[in-house]
């Protein structure tokens, strides 16, 4: 891919994604026109030429890296070797959140026909998420405010305004679905909804009730409905490829699935100790918050004060006074809530993010879904059998059932080598978490992280690039991604860990896969790798 | 020299003379706070959430230091053009001295408490104040040759 820029314009020179021909694909020079992403990545849209249907560059920017990538390899996608198209996706698709009050009025329903068959009409209000994304329609709003007097008298009373939707002051339920209409995994009922929707954009109205016109799907409840049923008919992994096999959200962006089955959520009986999503995060920084609007922004935009405890405290406050009792850890990592009750088990954009279905850490829960649990995901040199140990010693957790090489291998080190896609991503991410290096060390790592750089999905492998380049050693390790044999890198890591490593330091414990000489017990290594969960996933971030 | 001094004493170009240059100075000195919040990055002045208190006390500057300058103008004119006669000088005074102080204070009490894109409560003395300064520009406006001074058919 060629870019340039023509005074005020950028343009792109590439392989036509929709060529469908035999043969080479011919070149196309199309016009970017638009961007979404602001903080890890940018994907770049650019104009077919064909009424308003845009389609997605072939490569995405990283903002971390100031680097191109091309697009399969930003996404935890089956391999498929080429980024393919998504023409028209934006149009159907993304429109919903990435615009307000958008409307992608195609013809015939995306997919039904070939792409370049059908007309896009797509039509928008505002991009991006403007102020009726949240508040509803706000034309009385804005034709009532004229009046100052009436401004000021709800600005010296603190009054409701009827006139606008304010999602702080709806019922837990109601404020967390004005978030939820974005981030859950959710369908039309039917094809007469989605045409609906075409024409006349999404009926949700913030303060309405979401299910009313929209299916969210939430297995832990929905999984038999007859909605359910008919979307698996045809789409079969619409559940594998977003959730764990216990119902819980694994993708990103889709939070409002985790928060719906979270205790905080649907055990709370009282609406001012229910958590919702503000509860914790706020969509305008707050007057208090002392940090720059850009740290909040990048911070996820939480409220003021909620970066530590607070966020858990302002309802279980008995916790305040002695929270070591309760966690028994000392220091900050594992005094955090967040990092026991909301873990990095869930992917997207390159990265592991934290779930937002609030939950303790079970080694069950880990054995029957493959979920990683908040203690291994930060111990990552222990076994599944040493976490059963201590929650059973401390919280009187069960213990489950342990196959031998749960009892006897860092939990880890089974889930890098023989997980799916999806588990080995968290595991190559949390080798580079600052928390887990410090209680895991990191000297062990090298070698496993190394037997990832040949894994057959690219984004795994870039993540590996990224924990293996923090360590000591790897600082200059030079990789490509993209490169079709790996072998060579693999070696390669190999050999920096060799030589940085003195072989006096090294660990020695065979739950990491080392010798009593701290070698790397090559034959259980491989062995381990051929067991590989090669189940072919894209996960739906 | 004519007499722009009331019957009970007030020497009106020096009351106005010293008032323009002391509160020339006072917002002058506000100017200069508020660039130091600028060299400083001040949150509670240049966050995007205080776009309002910005907005405020840089309309408070900017009329505290015009309207400073008209009270100078104000004494200026009495001393330079003594055939004028001001109707109700004693009012006009009155008028102008709270103009400059209601005017560019409302809008800096207004900046301390904003309410998102609305002022404080404090912006209520603003039109009072530019209301008090329509009156006394008018009543300047109607100022009228006075045949008692001497050498005024001259001009």
């Known amino acids: 891919m060629q870019l340039e820029r023509r005074s005020n314009e950028f343009w792109a020179d590439f392989d036509d994604p929709d060529f469908r021909g035999t043969g080479e694909p011919p070149r196309i020079t199309r016009q970017v026109v638009m961007l979404t992403g602001s903080h890890q990545q940018q994907q770049y849209w650019y104009s077919t030429g064909r009424e308003r249907l845009v389609s997605k560059l072939p490569a995405i920017y990283l903002i971390a890296e100031k680097a191109w990538i091309p697009r399969q390899a930003a996404f935890l996608h089956a391999p498929i070797g080429s980024s393919g198209s998504d023409t028209g996706a934006w149009n159907a698709v993304c429109i919903a959140c990435h615009t307000t009050s958008g409307r992608p009025e195609i013809d015939s329903p995306f997919g039904s026909r070939p792409v370049l068959k059908q007309v896009f009409e797509s039509q928008v209000a505002e991009f991006g998420i403007a102020c ?62 989605e045409r609906q929707a075409n024409t006349a954009g999404l009926p949700y109205r913030p303060g309405d009730e979401l299910r009313d016109t929209r299916f969210v799907a939430q297995p832990t409840v929905n999984i038999n409905s007859p909605t359910m049923k008919d979307i698996l008919s045809g789409d079969p992994a619409f559940v594998t490829d977003s959730f764990w096999s216990d119902g819980m959200i694994r993708v990103s962006g889709r939070e409002y699935n985790g928060l719906v089955d979270s205790p905080c959520f649907k055990l709370a009986t009282d609406a001012r100790r229910t958590m919702t999503c503000l509860s914790c995060h706020t969509m305008h920084e707050a007057r208090n918050d002392p940090q720059p609007v850009g740290d909040w922004a990048a911070a996820h935009q939480l409220g003021a004060g909620m970066k530590g405890n607070e966020a858990c405290l302002q309802c279980h406050p008995a916790l305040r006074k002695n929270l070591e009792l309760h ?65 059973g010693q401390w919280y009187k957790s069960p213990i489950p059932a342990l196959s031998q090489e749960e009892q006897t291998i860092s939990a880890a080190v089974l889930w890098s080598l023989r997980g799916d896609a999806g588990q080995r991503a968290l595991i190559a991410w949390s080798m580079g978490w600052k928390p887990a290096q410090e209680a895991s060390g990191i000297s062990w790592m090298a070698p496993l992280l190394g037997q990832l750089l040949d894994d057959p999905y690219e984004a795994v492998r870039l993540i590996t690039y990224r924990s293996l380049h923090g360590l000591p050693g790897f600082g200059e390790f030079k990789y490509n991604v993209m490169a079709q044999d790996q072998r060579m890198a693999v070696a390669e890591a190999s050999a920096i860990w060799e030589r940085t490593v003195d072989p006096k330091t090294r660990r020695t414990e065979p739950e990491l896969l080392l010798d009593s000489h701290g070698n790397v017990n090559l034959d259980l290594l491989k062995q381990l790798k051929r067991e590989r969960n090669d189940r072919p996933m894209s996960l739906r971030e | 020299m004519p007499d722009k001094v009331a019957p009970h004493g007030v020497d009106y170009p020096i009351r106005h003379l010293r008032f323009g240059w002391y509160s020339f100075l006072a917002f002058a000195t506000l100017g200069l706070v508020l660039e130091t919040l600028h060299g400083f990055k001040i949150r509670a002045y240049l966050d995007l959430t205080n776009e309002t208190r910005r907005l405020m006390w840089t309309l408070a500057h900017a009329h505290g230091t015009l309207l400073s300058l008209l009270n100078v103008l104000f004494a200026l004119t009495l001393r330079l053009f003594p055939e004028v006669r001001v109707r109700h000088l004693k009012a006009v005074s009155n008028c102008l001295i709270l103009a400059t102080l209601l005017l560019p204070g409302g809008f800096l009490i207004a900046g301390f408490v904003t309410y998102g894109g609305d002022p404080g409560i404090g912006i209520l003395v603003v039109p009072i104040g530019a209301v008090l300064l329509l009156i006394a520009i008018c009543m300047l406006a109607r100022g009228e040759r006075d045949p008692g001074i001497p050498g005024s058919r001259n001009r």
């Not at chain 1, 009046?147 to 019922?171: A, E, F, S």
Request: aromatic content about 6%; some cysteine; hydrophobic content about 25%.
């Open chain 1, 132 to 193: 009726e994304s949240c508040h509803g329609p706000g034309d009385a709003h804005a034709q009532a405010n004229r009046n100052p007097v009436r401004r000021y008298r709800l600005h010296l009373t603190g009054g409701n305004d009827p006139t606008i939707v304010q999602p702080m002051k709806l019922t837990p339920a109601a404020s967390s679905q004005v978030c939820g209409q974005c981030h859950s995994v959710w369908e039309f009922y039917d094809i007469a909804g």
């Open chain 1, 327 to 391: 966690t028994k850890h000392r220091g900050p990592s594992g005094n955090l809530c967040y990092n026991c009750h909301m873990p990095y088990t869930t992917y997207g954009l390159l990265r592991s993010l934290r779930s937002h279905q609030i939950s303790s850490p079970s080694v069950g829960s880990s054995v029957s879904t493959g979920r990683p649990n908040a203690c291994n995901l930060c111990h990552l040199d222990k076994t599944l059998a040493w976490t059963a140990g201590k929650l």
